[in-house]
């Protein structure tokens, strides 16, 4: 039996457990932004539930264009504020540069990727990196932007400081959604 096939034979198992219908928008008005690393269940680290909030994945948790594109949607048309990033420790992007991937990839294929990898070796400083990108987008309406790394080998989540940014009362969202979260 094949790994996929396995796991749509575990479906019925989940929908013996299966909770109900919930509304789209998260509940916790929260998005989630994360490597996609294999060790990182995401509901369980953060104690989140079915219909919480928005995970949005991928190599390394970078914010790239499609990431705020993710942003923009949950913010826009489904109310998230929060966003939380969650890189963590023995991360796969660490262990290659952009160009020594470009180089494998073209290699192997023959083709070169047309997009930029975004490996780092500071983790603390990617998720910094990640922070000023989110609030630097204009079209955004985040309250609250922090960033954290996990311990993949203690379990423990640890948040980065970012020292330069303003506290997250003060940081970006229009004066409608500062009016909503004084009167919640
Ligand atoms: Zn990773």
Known sequence: MSEIDQMLAANGEWRAEFPGGLPVAPARKVAVVACMDSRMPLFGLLG????????????????????LRSLTISQH??????????????????????????????????HRPPWVAQAFTDVDEDVRESMRRIRATPYLLSAEVRGTVYDVTTGELREVKDLAAPHHSQARGGPLQRGRELGS
């Open 77 to 110: 048309l489904l109310g998230t504020r929060s966003v939380v990033l969650v890189h963590h420790t023995d991360c796969g992007m660490q262990k290659t540069t952009d160009t020594d991937l470009a180089d494998l990839v073209e290699r192997t294929t023959g």
């Open 48 to 67: 989140l539930a079915v219909g919480d909030a928005h995970v949005i994945r991928n190599a390394g948790g970078v914010v790239t264009d499609d990431t």
